[in-house]
């Protein structure tokens, strides 16, 4: 789910650095995948390397010359890192300080002890083994993290949020998926169905669509969608794979007794300021809509991702470093010791962006498109078949969405307002259908919570498999209502 600007990806298509036709693509694309599985589930090598073999590989099968298939490779590991990795630092910056100050103790213990009906002293008991979960608290995961998913990129929320999943299953002794599913959940279905992500918003501006009767369906599609892909899908993905919160992973406790720790309230106004920020970018930006006016062009530089999170770090040495008494000194070590844990994760992400660019240059997407140009179905089918197609192919929802969009907007000519809505909607849901190993997000998610690439299928992909599929259901049950 890797963020690319709209800009780019609105352009012209580039040309494909390969001449193969279809049946070698398709074979290629099997090809690469298989690489990459068999490398790191049968050889146990690293993701990286996998992603970055599988990722030549694909380009040899293609018949792309090496030096192009290296140069995609590159390129989408560089655009990926520069686009993600400058906020997942940030976004491990931020949890370090939440960590090490106390800050993400209070959150924690405020949220065991009002949803998950401990106390806490009681979160700190030990034995009994992982449990299924208080019955509050997925339902909380999946509120808190829809509300923070509404204004945010994907891997912006992933990095907010994933401390706080892992801290409360550690905690609270609760099964990582029944926490973690729900959160994951409310961030996917924003991201994919939910203006202003950049998917969404390029779909309605490619069909015409009415924003509002886009954003006011969306939400109808997308609350249904999040309850059953996240607090009911998790009861199953927590026996399917019963995994503890990885350690390395979980901000641990402060390493000295601290005299103090931030209030519950300013914690969480320091978390939730790059979501305020962002959502303040993406409401000017509705309301003004004109990209010369000064406040916008304010807006459109303190809501960037990298802003907002940056100016959440710098207010959080003071809210949450400063506020439990820490020095100049201690707040840099802070931040140096918070950098190191996430070099692996950055490096798996970036190979994953990689590999995705290869796809898309080697011209797998275009391939899907012009085996859609037959298919005789109605058009929120075919949207959502094109979408599904694009993103299994390419690993980017945002990809999906704005091919898929591009493709079937001739369509939404006759169309009513309120089924040229369900059409954007339609190409949204098909976008997030079964992230594998070609999606950054995949990778993302695989090692925050310490899995193996099986266990990651079975509960990540899916998760968005659900979402998938019954949000397309309920955009073409819709369209028979209204």
Known sequence: MTHLSVEMLAADPVEPITSAGHAQLGIAVLAGIAVIVLLITKFKLHAFLALTVGSLGLGAFAGAPLDKAIASFTAGLGSTVAGVGVLIALGAILGKLLADSGGADQIVDTILARWGGMGPQATLQKGGGRRAGGRAMPWAMVLIASVIGLPLFFEVGIVLLIPVVLMVAKRGNYSLMRIGIPALAGLSVMHG??????????????????????????????????????????????????????????????????????????????????????????????????????????????????????????????????????????????????????????MIVGAGGGFKQTLIDIGVGQMILDFSEDWSI?????????????RLATGSATVATISAAGLVAPLAADMSTSHTALLVLAIGAGSLFFS???????????????????????????????????????????????
Not at 219 to 236: C, M, N, Q, R
Not at 281 to 291: E, G, H, Q
Not at 297 to 304: A, E, I, L, Y
Not at 378 to 390: F, K, N, S
């Open 193 to 346: 169905l939910i203006p202003p992500h950049p998917g969404p918003l390029v779909a309605i501006d490619a069909v015409e669509a009415n924003l509002g009767v886009t954003l006011a369906l969306g939400v109808l599609v997308a609350i249904p969608t999040v309850i059953i892909a996240g607090p009911l899908f998790s009861k199953y993905a927590a026996r399917w794979v019963d995994v503890p919160a990885p350690e390395k992973m979980i901000p641990q406790r402060p390493s000295e007794e601290l005299e103090r720790r931030p209030g519950f309230g300013v914690t969480v106004a320091t978390v939730l300021l790059p979501v305020v920020l962002m959502l303040a970018k993406a409401l000017v930006d509705i309301v003004v809509d004109d990209p010369e006016a000064t406040v916008q062009r304010v807006f459109d530089v303190v809501g960037s991702p990298l802003v907002a999170l940056l100016a959440a770090v710098i207010v959080g040495m003071f809210t949450l470093g400063r506020a439990a008494g820490f020095t100049k000194d201690r707040l840099s070590a802070t931040v140096e010791k918070s950098l190191a844990p996430i070099a692996g994760v950055l």
């Open 378 to 390: 109605p058009a929120l089918l075919l949207a959502w078949l094109i979408a599904v197609a694009i």
């Open 436 to 482: 594998h190993v070609n999606d950054a997000g995949f990778w993302l998610v695989k090692e925050y919570f310490g899995l193996d690439v099986g266990q990651t299928v079975k509960t990540w992909s899916v998760m968005e498999t659900i979402i998938s599929v019954v949000a397309g259901g309920l955009v073409l049950l819709l369209s028979l209502i209204i």
